[in-house]
């Protein structure tokens, strides 16, 4: 599960403005949707057509949050979540194919990723201060988390809750609504950030592609690599910022729904695709996998991941997928007299 929090920061590169009276100039808007915050980016001759452009986007991100949060009562998501147990509930076509594809990759990470697990983000308090989650509550969470506590039909786009289970959107809303702003400007330039997942259309004018960087696993605002995106999204799952300290207890906001306690690794993973909704599902399974587990199954299923991994040393342990290293990502940290220099892993080809 992911709740907003993506060690990922765009910057735009510079387009060169050969004739300032036809040339496209970058406009920008940025606002607070599904709960966190999101940055847009478009280039237009005509600052009108710019804007027309961002409120395209603002308009579909906002409809997607309308139809996703679990924090609106009158979404689609949350009338699943709200509707009798044992009673047929129908849903719209989109929803249906974004289900099709949840059920799906639940079952390709072997419940890694699992977005039924809204019972237990309850019992952790992940959308609060955080609570040390006792014995009994997880016993009680865990009997209504679940995919398989969901029987789902693509065919009538039908779904049945045989226990009192809730769907959480935290690890694909995001990648959800994004795919739909893809769909809906196919041929503009334009970047999104929405917290921290990076998706981008058509490059800027006179660029290739969008120079995106991602960052320490510890520390969002520290550059470490940097990608040249040409097309596709962009997705992290990391820790620190976004967990929780409780009564002195680390409380991680990423839950590994196989046990119902947060996942232990501390470092970050990134998932690069052409879809927006497949890394953001994976950089939460991926995560909850682990390195070690994580790049196997990347690599065995044709994933782009990367693992930041820092080490008590001081030293940051990058490993990637031989998928990943094809997109070149380049080493943006400049070695300091108080920090030790990265060392890099050659697990699947990682830099060298």
């Known amino acids: 599960m992911k709740t907003g929090f993506f060690l990922v920061a765009a910057s735009v590169a510079a387009a060169l403005w050969l004739d300032t009276a036809v040339s496209r100039k970058p406009v920008e808007r940025s606002m607070y949707l599904m709960g966190t915050r999101a940055h847009l980016i478009t280039y237009a001759a005509k600052r009108d057509e710019g804007i027309e452009a961002l409120e395209v986007m603002f308009q579909v991100l906002n409809s997607a949050e309308h139809h996703l949060s679990t924090w609106r009562d009158d979404s689609a998501v949350s009338a699943i979540n709200h509707h009798a147990i044992g009673v047929p509930h129908r849903v719209d076509p989109g929803l249906c194919d974004t289900l099709a594809s949840l059920y799906q990759w639940h079952k390709t990470t072997s419940g890694t990723f699992d977005p039924a697990i809204g019972r237990l983000v309850e019992a952790w308090d992940l959308r609060g201060r955080g609570r040390l989650a006792s014995d009994i509550d997880l016993v009680h969470a865990k009997h209504l988390s679940g995919l398989q506590y969901l029987e789902f039909s693509h065919k009538t786009c039908s779904i049945l809750r045989t226990r009192d289970v809730a769907l959480d959107a935290g690890g694909f809303g995001k990648g959800d609504a994004l795919d739909r702003v893809a769909r809906a400007l196919p041929e503009v330039p334009w970047l999104i950030d929405l917290g921290g997942q990076i998706t981008v259309g058509a490059p800027p004018p006179t660029q290739i592609g969008w120079e995106v960087s991602i960052a320490h696993p510890l520390n969002r605002a520290e ?109 943006t940290h400049t070695a300091t007299i108080d920090r030790p220099t990265l060392s890099f892993n050659n697990h699947f080809g990682a830099l060298q």
Request: net charge negative; proline share 6%; aromatic share 6%.
């Open 223 to 331: 550059p470490w690599l940097q990608i040249l995106m040409k097309n596709g999204s962009l997705a992290t799952s990391a820790g620190s910022e976004r967990d929780l300290n409780v009564e002195g207890h680390r409380v991680g906001h990423i839950l590994d729904p196989r046990t119902g306690q947060p996942a232990t690794f501390m470092g970050s993973v990134t998932v690069q695709h052409q879809s927006s909704l497949v890394p953001d599902i994976l950089s939460t399974a991926l995560y909850v996998m682990g390195p070690e587990e994580g790049l196997l199954w990347a690599e065995e299923h044709g994933i782009n991941a990367c693992y930041l991994i820092p080490q008590a040393s001081g030293l940051v342990d990058i490993k990637m997928t031989s998928g990943f290293k094809a997109l070149e990502p380049q080493l």
